[in-house]
């Protein structure tokens, strides 16, 4: 069977804090919004985004634009914003020539996600993706694990799949419930006291994917 590996999106395959960041700023300075209000708006997206948000914004605020709009341009403005890093891209290329099958499973609106992997160039180098918008499940529920790695063409895990996440519970916890080894990327982070820990840890998407190339290469190494 072909290896599989499930990679989370946001905060581990692109940026998505970042990119938030700079779209609050600049949501602030268009609006001219007071230091109040650029936390309170921050602090409203900062796990995630739905239409149903940007109506309460739009009523905060007191915006002519319509909720549908609001949210509409700003899936078109964080598409553009997040990136996918050069090295990563390129990584996930190098796991494909090595015969991994690769999928991404996501929390979130399918519209945004699905913009985001089209700007980024994900969604041409994956196997399949798995968002739990159009899916009905969300992460850590092991049931989202499993459709994306059915969607890959993989429903067992003989071989042992992987996931590499950057949340200890929706990401870690929730894979290792479907049977999935774990990689964790902390940047710079402890793990939270109490959780069972992933099976590895490292700094960076690219990281990730040297160690999965790395284990892969000593597990064949240990087969006679």
Same mark, same amino acid.
């Given at each position: 069977?072909?290896?599989?590996?499930?990679?989370?999106? +946001?905060?581990?395959? =692109? +940026?998505?804090?970042?990119?938030?960041?700079?779209? =609050?700023?600049?949501?602030?300075?268009?609006?001219?919004?007071?230091?109040?209000?650029? @936390?309170?708006?921050?602090?409203?997206?900062?796990?995630?985004?739905?239409?149903?948000?940007?109506?309460? /914004?739009?009523?905060?605020?007191?915006?002519?634009?319509?909720?549908? *709009?609001?949210?509409?341009?700003?899936?078109?403005?964080?598409?553009?914003?997040?990136?996918?890093?050069? &090295?990563?891209? *390129?990584?996930?290329?190098?796991?494909?020539?090595?015969?991994?099958?690769?999928? /991404?499973?996501?929390?979130?609106?399918?519209?945004?996600?699905?913009?985001?992997?089209?700007?980024?160039?994900?969604?041409?180098?994956?196997?399949? =993706?798995?968002? *739990?918008?159009?899916? !009905?499940? @969300?992460?850590?529920?092991?049931?989202?694990?499993?459709?994306?790695?059915?969607?890959?063409?993989?429903? !067992?895990?003989?071989?042992?799949?992987?996931?590499?996440?950057?949340?200890?519970?929706? &990401?870690?916890?929730?894979?290792?419930?479907?049977?999935?080894?774990?990689?964790?990327?902390?940047?710079?982070?402890?793990?939270?006291? !109490?959780?069972?820990?992933?099976?590895?840890?490292?700094? +960076?998407?690219?990281?990730?994917?040297?160690?999965?190339?790395?284990?892969?290469?000593? @597990?064949?190494?240990?087969?006679?």
């Amino acid at each position: 069977m072909r290896p599989l590996v499930l990679f989370d999106l +946001d905060n581990t395959l =692109v +940026d998505r804090q970042r990119a938030l960041t700079d779209w =609050v700023a600049g949501y602030q300075s268009h609006h001219g919004l007071s230091c109040e209000q650029r @936390r309170w708006l921050f602090g409203l997206l900062a796990d995630r985004a739905t239409p149903a948000h940007f109506e309460r /914004i739009r009523n905060r605020f007191g915006l002519a634009e319509s909720a549908g *709009s609001l949210w509409h341009g700003y899936c078109e403005d964080l598409a553009a914003a997040v990136i996918c890093p050069p &090295d990563v891209l *390129s990584g996930i290329e190098e796991l494909r020539t090595r015969g991994w099958r690769i999928g /991404i499973v996501t929390n979130g609106a399918t519209d945004i996600q699905t913009a985001k992997l089209r700007a980024t160039g994900l969604a041409d180098r994956v196997d399949a =993706v798995c968002i *739990s918008g159009e899916a !009905g499940v @969300r992460k850590p529920d092991p049931a989202l694990f499993r459709k994306a790695a059915r969607r890959c063409g993989i429903s !067992g895990y003989e071989e042992g799949g992987w996931m590499v996440g950057d949340n200890p519970v929706n &990401d870690i916890g929730g894979s290792r419930s479907a049977g999935f080894r774990t990689v964790w990327i902390h940047r710079g982070l402890p793990w939270p006291a !109490g959780l069972p820990g992933p099976d590895h840890q490292v700094p +960076d998407a690219r990281a990730a994917i040297e160690l999965l190339i790395s284990c892969r290469r000593q @597990r064949k190494e240990l087969v006679p």
